[in-house]
């Protein structure tokens, strides 16, 4: 049964233009469509979620979603909004890439069932890479003016930049690469439609002109606006640069708290774009926010069901229990099931001092570790009196005076975690 897209779409506010004809394009029968990604990593960032929810959404409402790896595109660059020209990568890495791209839309895309929509993942690097460049200019080029070209907005905003380097040819061509790519899949899949960002706009509409000069058809633009923060920051990054959909680059436990510390506006708008929860579902947890704002319902919705959606349950799970090691009230038990990662994640910045297996072997008292040997308090007479007011722990454990840290305190294998009162903590680790 088809739903209708662009409704969908609209109401939760990913919708910046639709070209004219294509709603009811879409609500005649299935239709495919793609959206391309840049393979230049091993890993998409949250800044590829917004197109990757067009293609959830867009399977969702019973069309057939093509998702492109740019193998070919990959390595010219796209000027839009972009200052540098990209390296080229060797076909393996390419690969590599794609395989790993793949694997991350799969937990959005459906494209393992024998469903007529199901997803499909294709490569223009696949027939990019055997057209002679006299071939493209002959075939392809002669249908697109200079002037035509001159005319898109990521081109002018290049050429008028105060840049001394100017604009390559290289780039200049870019949008006449993604064009044909349009006309490929039109010709090839019957894909009918490309969608991305509102910044993708002139490289989409140069793909409908070809596939109307050339072969006499009629493609359709859809765009999405460019997500961007409250605060006026960039969305999709934090103080170590990309949020990365691999656990490996970025791990679950910095996932869930990026979305947990959005603002409220941001929640509310991200909750719409980057979960499947429907309308009527958003609007109670608004009403239910706006009640307790303090208990941010939002923000923790959002973090639990897209952690989920990216990583699993049981990392989203791991992702709380890390968090209210901090905030809440866990125990030693609870420290001993967090990964090295995750321990290193949740106790960013905290103050950390080495020690050696000798330190402990036969028991580091507790003052020594608090004072002479982990530098944390000034001088033993504090770390006494600190015992004395019952304000130190060991792993979350209240400890006396005459504590001795043996092997037995470490977490896996390396930390100890020391505290004074409820928001100082310290870190011991094996090396």
């Keep these: 049964m088809i739903k209708n897209f662009v409704e969908e779409l609209t109401w939760r506010g990913m919708i ?18 793609y959206v391309g990604f840049d393979p230049t990593a091993d890993s998409l960032h949250i800044g590829n979620l917004v197109p990757i929810m067009l293609l959830a959404h867009y399977q969702r409402c019973g069309h057939k979603p093509v998702a492109l790896v740019g193998g070919a595109t ?18 393996k890495t390419l690969r590599h890439n794609q395989e790993s791209i793949k694997k991350q839309l799969a937990h959005f895309l459906d494209f393992e069932s024998d469903a007529s929509n199901a997803a499909t993942l294709v490569n223009n690097y696949d027939w990019m890479k055997d ?3 006299l071939e493209f200019i002959r075939d392809v080029g002669k249908h697109i003016t ?30 006449l690469v993604q064009g044909y790519d349009f006309l490929h899949l039109y010709r090839e899949k019957d894909c009918s439609i490309q969608m991305g960002g509102s910044d993708q706009w002139g490289n989409i509409t140069t793909g409908t002109e070809l596939i109307r000069r050339i072969s006499g058809g009629k493609g359709f633009a859809i765009t999405c606006p460019l997500i961007t923060k409250s605060d006026g920051s960039k969305f999709g990054k934090s103080e170590g640069g990309n949020v990365w959909l691999d656990a490996n680059r970025t791990s ?41 704002p303090h208990l941010r319902a939002l923000q923790k919705r959002l973090a639990e069901e897209i952690t989920t959606m990216v990583h699993s349950k049981d990392d989203l799970e791991n992702a709380i229990k890390a968090s209210e090691i901090l905030f809440g009230n866990s125990t030693g038990d609870d420290l001993k099931q967090l990964n090295e990662q995750t321990f290193l994640d949740v106790f960013d910045g905290v103050p950390l001092t080495e ?53 037995a305190d470490l977490i896996n294998d390396k930390f100890v975690l020391l505290q004074r009162g409820k928001k100082n903590y310290f870190v011991l680790r094996l090396v």
Excluded: C
């Design 131 to 133: 057209f002679s460049f």
């Design 74 to 91: 990959g390595m010219i660059g796209d000027p839009s909004g972009k200052s540098n020209e990209r390296n080229l990568l060797d076909e």
């Design 252 to 292: 679950p436990y910095k996932f869930y708290q990026y979305w947990l510390n959005s603002s409220d506006e941001d929640a509310e708008k991200y909750i719409k774009i980057f979960t499947f929860l429907t309308e009527e579902e958003i609007k109670a947890l608004v009403i239910q926010h706006n009640e307790a």
């Design 355 to 407: 020690i050696s297996e000798s330190d402990i072997v036969s028991g580091l008292d507790i003052i020594a570790a608090l004072a002479e040997k982990g530098g944390f308090l000034k001088s033993n007479g504090e770390a006494r009196r600190a015992l004395k007011e019952n304000s130190i722990s060991v792993n979350k454990e209240k400890v006396q005076e005459g504590y001795m840290i043996s092997k």
């Design 16 to 33: 910046h233009t639709v070209m004219p004809g294509a709603e009811e394009h879409l609500m005649e029968q299935m239709r495919s469509a």
């Design 146 to 175: 200079v002037n035509y070209m001159m005319a898109k907005d990521s081109v002018k905003n290049r050429i008028s930049s105060d840049s001394s380097e100017g604009m390559s040819f290289t780039e200049f061509t870019y949008q």
